[in-house]
């Protein structure tokens, strides 16, 4: 008879801490992201072995009270010390009582399991197939923290640069790249970002270093920033993320300062994303401003660009404006690729509408519907839907109709509408 999910859960534990212990090739990416908590992994890849497990642990990060006298009637499992290390008698035994109990699942999504039992008894599981899929510990914001804490105790003036930018594990980002309807132009740019950063050495040999400076271009809501923070998650690369009207100091003189610190900040903690929101502050300042302490400032951003590069320091440089117009040739020659991003047509919103809705149990026809919001962006298509299902909750429904789509479309334009008024006339 299968074993209870508690008693299934201990014995994961168990297996993994003896498995990762007893096979020295292994590293902190064969643990799962909760092994990771449960035996103390701080953030970094190395581990410090042996790992242990104990009950104030299981009680503490899995809220399982009495493991021990859970694990009782399990002949392969013993407790010493009144709980303080919870541990397997013999391995083999264990293992096979943990798959004659219901166990395979588990070690599916388990690299350190998958690695002992893969072709154990016959156990059909690709050590190398669940070791991709496993969350890996350089997302982690605990890596990313212990990256940081390494930075700030080497150099403390990096601990200005932190007060300007927002930085982002990719955990921590809700953007899924498969969530997106991206072109066939920037698929295509960001399958060459990834073959760049495969083929650095072979860029740096031939003295090709200008890639991997990205300017996204387009009006708002059609999805710029969304896929800058999805390629954090697809790339498994720290965002730091700044808007350049944040880093403007009252005093002028210190925004030369902050912008230096930003672009150092993104060196050192390489490899990562830079992304620069609202690139075309650059362009208003050049055009409008005759401070000379400003124009310095914008001097030293478009310096700080020349000096960055994906293949030289690991930094990948995205901009983004929603006013690609105002950037005169300086701004525009810093980026290698400039990929647009337009309204989308009909078969992208159609496309768009089908990502957005997955999961949700909607009557109205796709089609119809890509047809009848031409002009549309993504966000308006997202913020429709949204409207959609909140018209539908009102009525205490979750199932949307054609009248809560119409709900959502009149919210839509309205927004457009207000957006579009002139206040100031």
Not at 167 to 179: L, N, R, T, W, Y
């Amino acid at each position: 008879m299968p074993a209870d999910d508690e008693i299934l859960k201990l014995m994961e534990i168990v297996l993994t801490a003896e498995i990762f212990n007893t096979r020295p090739a292994l590293d902190a990416n064969d643990l799962t992201p909760e092994c990771r908590v449960i035996f103390g992994v701080d953030g970094g890849v190395d581990v410090k072995r042996p790992v242990h497990v104990s009950e104030g642990m299981i009680r503490k990060e899995l809220g399982i009270t009495d493991a021990c006298r859970k694990l009782q009637e399990t002949p392969v499992v013993t407790c010493e010390e009144f709980g303080q290390r919870i541990r397997v008698t013999t391995l083999e035994p264990a293992a096979r009582w943990f798959l004659r109990n219901g166990g395979l699942p588990i070690i599916e999504k388990n690299p350190a399991l998958a690695y002992f039992f893969s072709g154990f008894e016959s156990t059909r599981v690709s050590y190398e197939d669940v070791r991709m899929k496993n969350p890996p510990v350089e997302d982690t914001r605990a890596f990313l923290q212990s990256r940081i804490a390494k930075l700030l105790a080497a150099d403390e003036r990096l601990k200005g640069a932190l007060d300007l930018v927002i930085i982002s594990a990719p955990e921590e980002v809700e953007q899924d790249f498969e969530d997106l309807v991206c072109t066939p132009a920037q698929e295509n740019t960001i399958r060459k970002v990834q073959v760049a950063r495969t083929n650095r050495e072979v860029l740096q040999r031939h003295r090709i270093h200008e890639v991997g400076k990205l300017l996204f271009v387009g009006p708002p809501g059609t999805g710029k920033t969304s896929l800058a923070l999805a390629l954090s998650r697809k790339l498994h690369l720290p965002l730091i993320e700044v808007r350049l009207s944040m880093i403007t100091s009252q005093y002028l003189g210190e925004t030369s300062k902050n912008i230096d610190r930003t672009f150092e900040l993104a060196k050192n903690l390489a490899p990562c994303i830079l992304f620069i929101d609202e690139f075309d502050f650059v362009a208003k300042s050049r055009v409008t401003d005759d401070h000379g302490a400003m124009k310095r400032a914008v001097n030293s951003l478009l310096k700080n660009i020349d000096q960055v590069s994906l293949v030289r320091h690991g930094v990948l440089l995205i901009g983004a404006t929603n006013h690609p117009q105002l950037l005169d040739g300086a701004a525009w020659r810093r980026f290698d690729e400039v990929v647009e991003f337009g309204l989308p047509d009909r078969e992208m919103r159609h496309a768009i509408l089908r990502k957005i809705s997955a999961g949700l149990t909607c009557t109205c026809d796709f089609s119809e519907l890509a047809e009848r919001t031409d002009g549309f962006s993504g966000a308006d298509l997202r913020i429709m839907v949204k409207e959609a299902l909140l018209s539908a909750l009102m009525d205490r429904r979750e199932e949307i109709g054609a009248a809560d789509i119409e709900c959502g479309i009149d919210v839509v334009k309205n927004r457009n509408a207000i957006r579009s008024q002139n206040w100031l006339a």
